[in-house]
Each structure stands twice: as C-alpha cells, then as structure tokens.
C-alpha cells in the first residue's frame, strides 16, 4: 500500500523560503514519474513541478526560477524547494505519484496515482 506524507509547510514572510518534503513508503520515485500540486481556496488545483523516473524536471510557468524539484531515491522523499516566495503562492500543497515512467502532461491530475494529504503554506506580504 502506497502512502505520502508531506512536511515543511508553514507561515513565511513574502521573499522567503520553504522546502517541502513528500515521504513514500510502498513506492519507489525512481521508477516513476511524481509531482506537486497546490490548491488555494476556490480555485482548482494546478500542477506545480513535476519530475519523471529519469530525473528530468519541468515547473508552471508561475514558479520557474523560483522553485525545484527534486527527489531521493534511496531516502523515498521527494522534495519541492520554494525560494522567493510570493503571497499568491498561498496554497495546500500536495505531492502526487503515478505509475508511469514518464507523465508527458504531467499538469493533469489525472496521471497520478496516490496523493498526499497536503500541506499548507501560506505567504504572507
């Protein structure tokens, strides 16, 4: 049984830093391909970045420069670095895994299998 579990959300200052953390047990982030997400009330949840099994990252076009992605294969964690933040960066943040090896859209929600319980951060000006 796959579980997620995401740590290092909070309250920062606008121009701040959070890393977030999404802990796997019964899944391995080498072999496929995972993701974070945000939702922000009323609205719908957006892809954030996304990494597939071979390593290679993309990110919304809202927070390339600012954040990354990255993971630990041998730790099971996957990770989202958050620099520069910005009160619209307000969010519940989830970390999502799939069971494919290369997600293509990797923006759509659909292509995942598992979620996390989220995270919240929130950016204050």
């Known amino acids: 049984q796959v579980q997620l579990v995401e740590s290092g959300g909070g309250s920062v200052q606008a121009g701040g830093s959070l890393r977030l953390s999404c802990a796997a047990s019964?899944?391995?982030?080498?072999?496929?391909?995972a993701a974070w997400f945000r939702q922000a009330p009323g609205k719908e949840r957006e892809g954030v970045a996304g990494i597939d099994s071979y390593g290679s990252t993309n990110y919304a076009d809202s927070v390339k420069g600012r954040f990354t992605i990255s993971k630990d294969n041998a730790k099971k964690i996957l990770y989202l670095q958050m620099n520069s933040l910005k009160p619209d960066d307000t969010a519940m943040y989830y970390c999502?895994?799939?069971?494919?090896?290369?997600?293509?859209?990797?923006?759509?929600?659909?292509?995942?299998?598992?979620w996390g319980q989220g995270t919240q951060v929130t950016v204050s000006s």
């Open positions: 019964g899944y391995t982030y080498s072999n496929y391909c």
């Open positions: 999502a895994t799939s069971t494919l090896r290369y997600c293509g859209t990797w923006w759509r929600p659909i292509k995942y299998n598992y």
